[in-house]
């Protein structure tokens, strides 16, 4: 027969070893916790491998689970906390990307662009964000030209943050227009014909 201060012993360990592996468990709990965290805040691309390659479009089109959206109202998008931005002229959610919108409203001249109701340039539009949804206005191609000039730059630069790029629509679209507008346009330049730039070849990676 056990003594009780054997089976005391026993039953002490037994309560040890059950601590041990409870907090065990919660630590480990913890640790997967703190890293799927930390995960979800890093950019899409450092989860990314070889065979799921990275298509913007995929990621954070609308109906994408990713995708956070504004609504289809003013009423709604303020309701959903959205801003509206000024360089995308779209309300977004305060996740996506603000860069370069205060360098773009300082193109016109040092100011804002100026948008007008109608084509005649007769009447501005001092709020473009009453707007959305609503009827077109008009603006000019010196800033349509800005407009995706700047774009082009958040993009850029939201390849090295890995920061959200808000878009209404097929993005990459988006950005292939804004390139063909820039490069219409700088091939009317005077004197793009002449050799004044030197170059390199080198040895690249993908």
């Not at 994408?64 to 000024?86: H, L, M, N, Q, Y």
């Not at 609503?134 to 958040?154: A, Q, V």
Request: aromatic letters at 10%.
């Amino acid at each position: 027969m056990l003594s009780l201060s054997s089976s005391s012993t026993k039953h002490s360990r037994c309560v040890c070893l059950a601590a041990v592996a409870l907090g065990s468990c919660l630590l480990t709990i913890t640790i997967i916790t703190i890293t799927l965290a930390f995960l979800h805040q890093q950019s899409l691309f450092v989860l990314l491998t070889p065979s799921t390659p990275f298509i913007y479009d995929q990621f954070y089109n609308i109906s994408s689970p990713r995708a956070t959206g504004c609504g289809t109202s003013i009423v709604e998008a303020k309701a959903s906390g959205c801003i509206f931005d000024e360089l995308s002229d779209l309300w977004l959610p305060p996740q996506c990307s603000r860069a370069f919108e205060q360098e773009y409203l300082t193109t016109n001249h040092g100011g804002p662009p100026v948008y007008f109701v109608k084509p005649d340039g007769e009447e501005r539009i001092s709020d473009r964000s009453q707007y959305a949804g609503g009827p077109i206005y008009y603006s000019t191609t010196r800033d349509h030209l800005l407009h995706c000039e700047y774009n082009l730059y958040r993009f850029a630069e939201s390849l090295k943050t890995g920061a959200r790029v808000g878009h209404a629509g097929d993005f990459a679209s988006h950005m292939k227009h804004c390139a063909r507008m820039l490069g219409q346009f700088a091939n009317m330049a005077p004197g793009i014909d002449k050799v004044d730039v030197d170059t390199i070849s080198t040895f690249g990676f993908c």
